[in-house]
């Protein structure tokens, strides 16, 4: 079977400090990777996807990155955080090829920028 | 531009009693709409998903109804449970164009108290 996971589950940091946030899949190959964020009482935003090691596709301008440097890993970055970066992330994964199909969902990293 | 709207924003019932909750999307073209259930700081985990074609989908004491013509869909729970308090989201995929984005609602908050 498939799970994701994630890292940290927490995270503290302090503004204009960097930002690494990973994700892992494991139990199925080539998958579409996303990267959400959730503010709190909203919905959530997509912030990157991947369909291939390498390719990353951003939805929304900001200060953060993404890389897929393996198939079943998608790593979130950023060099200097921002007070507005804080908030719940969200990896996911969905079968290739299947842009609208279900897309599964890790425990999240919840992270306060200070 | 695709939206989603949820109703109500957040919802307190007693365990034992049935609730519905009201989701109106305008995503075009229209592919499927899901329902996730949210559990407080867990990433989301698929309900049930629908196709246009598809009017009625069960899983457990969850019945999803949707309608495409007037594009609207709603969420039953029967015989609540407190286990059943969580963020209930309502997703809308497109069709067509790019597939991998998907439209979320705000989510509809659900407390069960005993």
Known sequence: SQTIHQWPATLVQPVGSPLSLECTVEGTSNPNL????QA???????????????????EVPQNLSASRPQDRQFILSSKKLLLSD??????AWSVTGTGGGTQYFGPGTRLLVL | KNQVEQSP??????????????????????????????DT????????I???SENTKS????????????????????ASQ?????????????????????????????????
């Open chain 1, 86 to 91: 804080s908030g719940f992330y969200l990896c």
């Open chain 2, 9 to 38: 924003q957040s919802l307190i019932i007693l365990e034992g009693k049935n609730c519905t909750l009201q989701c109106n999307y305008t995503v075009s073209p229209f592919s499927n709409l899901r329902w996730y259930k949210q």
């Open chain 2, 82 to 114: 407190l286990s059943d308090s969580a963020s209930y989201i309502c997703v809308v995929s497109a069709s067509g164009g790019s597939n991998y984005k998907l439209t979320f609602g705000k989510g509809t908050l659900l407390t069960v108290n005993p």
């Open chain 2, 59 to 78: 899983n457990g004491r969850y019945t999803a109804t949707l309608d495409a013509d007037t594009k609207q869909s709603s969420l039953h729970i029967t």
């Open chain 1, 34 to 37: 996303y990267w959400y964020r």
């Open chain 1, 40 to 58: 709190a009482g909203r919905g959530l935003q997509l912030l990157f996807y991947s369909v291939g090691i390498g390719q990353i596709s951003s």
């Open chain 2, 41 to 48: 700081g867990r990433g989301p985990v698929s309900l049930t």
């Open chain 2, 50 to 52: 629908m196709t246009f």
